[in-house]
């Protein structure tokens, strides 16, 4: 051949590749900094560590993570101190929106939550309904570890002891354990102090290895788990990255990161711990 059409050809397969990597290459985003306020399960489950990458590579936004409790997430986008948030207590989020504070808000996966404890069950509650659980519990005196930091988990804890009509926080009992932390904190405080404890089933399982821990309750119907995604609303803080936070909405919501939640945990624990559920509405899971 040539020597002239070898490097011609030559030329050619470099621009292609170079057309190729800048068209594989995001558009830098006029407004970088995206803050994420989410929930410590999804953080302590491993899920934001597959997710956040995977946006980050797609959108070309850098994302910070700030990892708390819904009750913290929340109290985070009504300051205008976060963009976009991913929490899991409908009832505070439908109070959050009413205050004008989200822009919107999706519905995108949900689990459940489960009592674990100690595996002699002192309190033998092995296979009760929840509500019944949390009675036998308190009749026994046992040992309860519970976040009693104003997450979406702590939430429903005392939602659920209000249903039992109890209230163990009005004289706070010896045997009712107050961590102040976070999920995987609370799972091995209730570990090490061989103490029940609400938890959600993904944060469980992702450390289990580490934990002298059963499931004891599960599967009641008032223990689904849902989580929504939330864009900080920018006519009240006008300089959130609302720009970013659709993008990130959109990018949880779409077909693509739905089957990759929907997969996350099905190798190791031969089975999902999340359902995706964006083709969903809050109706169809009776919320």
Same mark, same amino acid.
């Not at 830098?28 to 306020?37: C, D, R, T, V, W």
């Not at 948030?85 to 989200?102: D, K, Q």
């Not at 009760?128 to 036998?136: P, Q, S």
């Given at each position: 051949?040539?020597?002239?059409?070898?490097v011609?050809?030559?030329l050619?397969?470099?621009?292609?590749?170079?057309?190729?990597?800048c068209?594989?290459a995001?558009?830098?985003?006029k407004?970088?900094?995206?803050?994420?306020?989410?929930?410590?399960?999804?953080?302590?489950?491993?899920?934001?560590d597959?997710?956040?990458?995977?946006?980050? &590579?797609?959108?070309?936004?850098?994302?910070?993570?700030?990892?708390?409790?819904t009750?913290q997430?929340?109290?985070?986008g009504?300051?205008?101190n976060?963009?976009?948030?991913?929490?899991?207590n409908?009832?505070?989020?439908?109070?959050?929106?009413a205050g004008?504070?989200?822009?919107?808000?999706?519905?995108?996966?949900?689990n459940?939550?489960i009592?674990?404890?100690?595996?002699?069950?002192?309190?033998?509650?092995q296979?009760m309904a929840?509500?019944?659980?949390?009675?036998?519990? &308190?009749?026994?005196?046992?040992?309860?570890?519970s976040?009693?930091?104003d997450?979406?988990?702590?939430k429903t804890?005392?939602?659920?002891?209000?249903?039992?009509?109890?209230?163990?926080?009005? &004289?706070?009992?010896?045997w009712?354990?107050?961590t102040?932390?976070?999920?995987?904190?609370?799972?091995?405080?209730?570990? &090490?102090?061989?103490?029940?404890t609400?938890?959600?089933?993904?944060?469980?399982?992702?450390n289990?290895?580490?934990?002298?821990l059963?499931?004891?309750?599960?599967g009641d119907n008032?223990?689904?788990?849902v989580?929504?995604?939330?864009?900080?609303?920018?006519?009240k803080?006008?300089?959130?990255?609302?720009?970013g936070a659709?993008a990130?909405?959109d990018f949880?919501?779409?077909?693509?990161?739905?089957?990759?939640?929907?997969?996350?945990g099905?190798?190791?624990?031969?089975?999902?711990?999340f359902?995706p559920?964006?083709?969903?509405?809050?109706?169809d899971?009776?919320l």
């Amino acid at each position: 051949m040539h020597l002239g059409l070898i490097v011609k050809d030559l030329l050619g397969v470099g621009l292609a590749l170079v057309t190729a990597s800048c068209a594989a290459a995001p558009a830098a985003p006029k407004n970088p900094n995206l803050i994420l306020a989410t929930t410590t399960s999804t953080q302590d489950s491993g899920l934001l560590d597959v997710l956040v990458p995977m946006f980050s &590579e797609q959108s070309g936004y850098p994302v910070q993570t700030v990892a708390v409790g819904t009750g913290q997430a929340l109290k985070m986008g009504e300051e205008g101190n976060a963009d976009v948030l991913l929490v899991h207590n409908p009832a505070a989020e439908a109070a959050y929106m009413a205050g004008g504070f989200g822009m919107d808000r999706a519905l995108v996966m949900h689990n459940d939550y489960i009592i674990v404890g100690p595996r002699s069950d002192p309190a033998g509650v092995q296979g009760m309904a929840v509500l019944d659980a949390f009675k036998a519990i &308190e009749t026994a005196g046992a040992a309860f570890a519970s976040r009693g930091d104003d997450s979406g988990t702590h939430k429903t804890e005392l939602a659920l002891w209000a249903s039992a009509g109890l209230d163990p926080r009005a &004289e706070v009992p010896s045997w009712y354990l107050e961590t102040g932390q976070g999920m995987g904190a609370t799972l091995t405080v209730a570990s &090490e102090r061989g103490a029940y404890t609400l938890t959600d089933r993904a944060t469980y399982l992702a450390n289990q290895s580490n934990l002298q821990l059963g499931i004891i309750v599960e599967g009641d119907n008032v223990l689904l788990n849902v989580y929504h995604v939330i864009t900080v609303n920018p006519n009240k803080w006008p300089k959130v990255n609302y720009e970013g936070a659709l993008a990130f909405l959109d990018f949880l919501t779409s077909p693509a990161t739905q089957e990759v939640i929907g997969q996350f945990g099905v190798e190791e624990y031969g089975g999902p711990l999340f359902t995706p559920d964006a083709d969903k509405t809050d109706a169809d899971l009776g919320l």
